[in-house]
């Protein structure tokens, strides 16, 4: 095999599971443990702002792994699609 179908092989392996471990991720801090949230609220302001952050940092880090993977498996099909010529 050449060099480049096993370099494309990688990029959409890795774009495949970079973008399932961020749709994974999004979707777990999609809805938040109402237990854990309610907690927070009760302690009032700073507590129930660092778990905003916190949870809007990991959604936002889902997101954008998903957009790194979609940009890999397109990479890798670039780079497969020059390797067929």
Do not use: W
């Not at 009032?44 to 498996?73: N, P, T, W």
Request: hydrophobic letters at 45%; proline letters at 2%; glycine letters at 12%.
């Amino acid at each position: 095999m050449p060099a480049k179908k096993i370099f494309a092989g990688f990029l959409l392996a890795l774009g495949v599971v970079a973008f399932s471990s961020g749709l994974s991720q999004y979707k777990k801090y999609q809805t938040p443990n109402h237990c854990v949230v309610g907690f927070a609220k009760s302690l009032g302001g700073q507590a129930s702002f660092e778990l905003d952050q916190s949870l809007r940092h990991a959604k936002y880090f889902g997101i954008s792994q998903m957009i790194g993977g979609v940009l890999f498996v397109v990479a890798g099909g670039v780079f497969l699609f020059k390797s067929r010529k």
